[in-house]
């Protein structure tokens, strides 16, 4: 039961930090897009931006390979 938990929380964690990661990549998809409305340079914003949805992929397939790894280790019942 406390391993189960201790997945669940470790699981939770990562989804906190892909939600996190999200709302930074819609925050800078909106300050690229006033950016350029505004006829500003965003190349430095977009490459923050390319580099925040690479993280965010990381962190997706990390979550995904766990949330695998923890079903293997459940005992069926």
């Not at 391993?3 to 300050?31: C, F, N, P």
Request: glycine share 2%; net charge positive.
């Amino acid at each position: 039961m406390l391993d189960e938990e201790k997945r669940l929380g470790s699981s939770l964690e990562q989804l906190e930090r892909i939600i996190e990661y999200q709302a930074r990549i819609a925050q800078h998809e909106r300050l690229i897009s006033e950016g350029r409305a505004n006829r500003r340079d965003t190349s430095s914003v977009q490459r923050v931006l390319n580099n925040q949805i690479k993280l965010q992929e990381v962190f997706w397939s990390h979550h995904q390979n766990f949330l695998a790894a923890a079903n293997q280790k459940t005992p069926d019942r």
